[in-house]
């Protein structure tokens, strides 16, 4: 028998083709099928997000208004947004697990009677669901809080990259419009992309707006205390 150092690429391929036909795979078509679900789980922890019991016109409207609240931009804040939405996706699906899990328990359950109320039968089969499903319910459970650290650890991750990127843009809008500005007063045409900015017209006018309105208002709260003052001290 030849050892593994022996052996070449094609014997090993050989033996590869060999092992393979004793393979103890799905045969039928049924079984070939359902190995091809494995890989979905719960729908927790796989690759893939969408299972075929979703509604994926629900999903796809949950990902539009993750991606309208946060208005990702770039590549890095678009992917941290996906990963947002998708966990959020699978928060709510264990919470629908859950409730599915309890309500199984409860249809399944034979040794109710008919002789007390409804409420309390109610009120049993819940007791008796809790007590048979709590393996399930404790992973369940455990998916749950990796799931909540997942979010909130990439909500951090994002509000940061979010904030950084926000300071960066209003430091070169404060640039910008103090050039525009100089150069209306000074009556000389100026185009901001000549010195690498790259806003639009309409951004820089509504942030001079609105810089001129937080002066007045911060030079409106100064006149207000210093007339209350004025007050006090008469």
Known sequence: MLSERQMTPTSRAQINQANAQHSTGPKTEAGKHRSSLNALRHGLT??????????????QRHINAFQQEYNPKGVTEANLVQT?????????????????????????????????????QQALAIAASLDSQTRALSNLSIHGQ????????????????????KLKEDCRLDQASALVQMH??????????DDGFVFSKDQL??????????ERAAQADQYCQEEQEDRDAA
Do not use: C, M
């Open 46 to 59: 796989g690759q893939i997000i969408v299972l075929p019991s979703d509604d994926l016109k629900a999903y």
């Open 84 to 120: 947002l939405a998708e966990t959020a996706w699978r928060q709510h699906r264990v919470a629908a697990l859950e409730n599915n899990v309890l309500t199984l328990g409860i249809v399944r359950d034979p040794s109710l009677s008919d002789d007390v109320s409804e409420q309390v």
């Open 146 to 165: 990796r799931l909540s650290r997942q979010f909130e650890k990439t909500l951090a991750l994002l509000q940061k990259l979010q904030l950084a990127r």
């Open 184 to 193: 209306a007063l000074k009556e000389e045409p100026y185009d901001p992309a």
């Open 205 to 214: 006018e509504t942030y001079i707006r609105e810089n001129d309105l937080s």
